[in-house]
């Protein structure tokens, strides 16, 4: 057994994955979907004129130099206007639900500090907007009803709290300031829970300033009083540090925190990587917008086929992918996102069963695509079909009776299996040729059922 070499008091909770009910049911997710939506998206990347150049929900911090005028006063008082006509939460969760995503994860607040729902603790909430109404709680019972699990986004870098700051306090005075910014915090996470007390986790992001970082105590005694007010509640590694200023894993290499939450417009290129570690993947459909930007020409946009693969990643290798978007000023998703939406949605309707609960299969990445597993099924997703029609399968003797029969997930064609001895043993392996028919024809990625038997 190894032993921690660094004694920590506000290191890693616990060793290893958690093994209760609500984190197995995290870990059967296979696909969610993140929503950016908050006073940014009225300008949408751009104002007066000009552009700005980088994630959307960024436009806060333009530059002096190539801002418009008297910028951040523009900003801050974009909530003044800020009402989403065509909002309608029930529509997000149906097209949510039709992609076939298992849980959301809603910015509550971004680093702005707009809060979307109305916050006993400051005044600059939805409620003093001219919209008035509870969006956290329009969109927590909208997507409950349809049977997605909520998790709340939460930015801990707050640009309009006045005791908020990036830099680790210094003076009285100062360490006086951000003592009320911690304060405030905790009171806006606690208030979350206990309004929202359907929700499965938060969601935590920000927490990378030096201020934050210096409070390990303050954040670990924080972290067990949210869990236990609210038994079960999932939170990833990107809250707190431990007292060496250690994030995601502590000074002993243990992650702090339920999954990793490292996974960011990035996939791990191997299970070996992820240690068995929880983990899901957050992803753009542009290379790095998340709020929404009026201009999606300039960049390259993912089709559903790039996230449909970036899915069979994920899964394949034990995580969940979770696609971002970014409503408009007005509430309204894309016709571009929703587009997106409903292909993923198409394929996931019939090959779904290749996703939900299905793991990483134990085997090397196949060439054609990839595989998962459940039970005794395991399932080959092709992207990258032979010329000559033929899944050569390489199954290790060691890997149960090998594969007895193979079949089509969509409409279940049973299709031919042979046994090939190719004349080489690399891992011991058996060579499994499995014929797809000449007349089969399919534009979208398409699943074969390796039925492995039951298992001894
Ligand atoms: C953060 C935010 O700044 C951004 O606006 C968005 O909300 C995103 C989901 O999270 O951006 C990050 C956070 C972490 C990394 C990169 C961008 N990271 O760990 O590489």
Known sequence: LKTDTIPLKYGAHRTGNRT????????????????????????????????????????????????????????????????????????????????????VIFTTKHHDGFCLWPSKYTDYTIKNSPYKKDIVKEVVDAYNAEGIDVYLYFSIIDWNHKGYRSAAPKTAEEIASYETFKKFTRNQLLELLKNYPTVKGLWFDGSWDQAWIKEAAYTDELEKELRKVHPGLIIGSRFRADENGKRHFDSNGKMMGDYEQGWERKLPASIEVLKGRDWDCVMTIPPNQWGYNADWKSSYIKTDDDLIQML?????????????????????????????AAGIGEWMQQNAEAIYGAKYAGLP????????????????????????????????????????????????????????????????????DVTLPADFKTEKPFVVVLDLGESN
Do not use: C
């Not at 069979?312 to 587009?339: M, T, Y």
């Not at 595989?371 to 032979?386: A, D, E, H, M, S």
């Not at 390489?394 to 090939?420: E, H």
């Open 20 to 103: 209760d009910a609500e984190m197995e049911r995290w870990r059967s997710y296979g696909l969610g979907q993140f929503i950016h939506w908050g006073v940014y998206a009225i300008p949408g990347g751009q104002w007066a004129g000009k552009t700005y150049g980088g994630a959307a929900e960024w436009i806060r911090s333009w530059s002096k130099a190539t801002a418009p005028e008297n910028w951040t006063n523009t900003y801050d008082n974009f909530y003044k206007q800020f009402n989403p006509t065509s909002f309608d939460a029930k529509a997000w969760a149906k097209q949510a639900k039709q992609m076939g995503a298992k849980y």
């Open 312 to 340: 069979l990643h994920s899964v394949s290798l034990n995580g969940n992918l979770v696609i971002n978007f970014g409503p408009d000023g007005k509430g309204a998703i894309r016709p571009e996102e929703g587009a997106i």
């Open 365 to 432: 990445k196949p060439e054609y695509g990839y595989y998962t597993l459940k039970g005794n099924q395991l399932y080959l997703t092709v992207f990258n079909r032979p010329v000559n029609n033929q899944l050569r399968l390489a199954i290790p003797q060691s890997y149960g009776k090998g594969i007895q029969k193979a079949y089509f997930l969509v409409g279940g064609q049973a299709l031919k299996i042979k046994k090939t001895n190719i004349g080489i043993d690399r891992d011991s392996n058996t060579y499994f």
